[in-house]
């Protein structure tokens, strides 16, 4: 999609402005289904880098996520207003593949909302059997 969808954009920037991180989405880009749970992007980058700093070889690579980045706080706005979502954060997500989901504790995956093909509300449960 060239184009993303305004009315996933417009639920993307409410995960945002609310804060909320329980908002279950599903959704398909090219080669994949993910389904699962929406973060906003500050909770979303504590938490990967969270698992990279418990992890001795990959530890320096969590500077990545906690460093501020200049290009969400875009200059000429009014205080208190945020640039559109660019991507959706999912947590507790599963690539759907036949009948399971990977991984089985479910990860977390950063999408373009530029890449979505289709979306839905909700999760799509799947068989770990």
């Known amino acids: 999609m060239s184009h993303p969808d305004d009315l996933l954009v417009d639920l993307a920037a409410r995960v945002e402005s609310e804060q909320h991180s329980r908002m279950s989405l599903t959704v398909v880009i090219p080669g994949a289904v993910i389904t699962g749970r929406l973060a906003p992007e500050a909770m979303w ?3 990967v880098a969270e698992v ?5 070889q990959l530890a320096p690579f969590s500077d990545v996520f906690t ?3 200049p290009d969400r706080d875009p200059g000429g706005e009014s205080p208190g207003q945020r640039a559109r979502p660019t991507h959706l954060h999912f947590h507790v997500a599963r690539i759907l593949q036949g009948n399971f989901g990977i991984p089985d ?7 373009a909302l530029e890449d979505v093909n289709a979306w839905t509300v ?4 799947y068989s770990d059997q």
């Open 105 to 111: 504790t479910g990860g977390m995956y950063r999408v």
């Open 52 to 56: 990279l700093r418990d992890s001795a």
């Open 122 to 125: 909700g999760d799509i449960s």
């Open 45 to 47: 980058k504590q938490r």
């Open 67 to 69: 460093a501020p980045d």
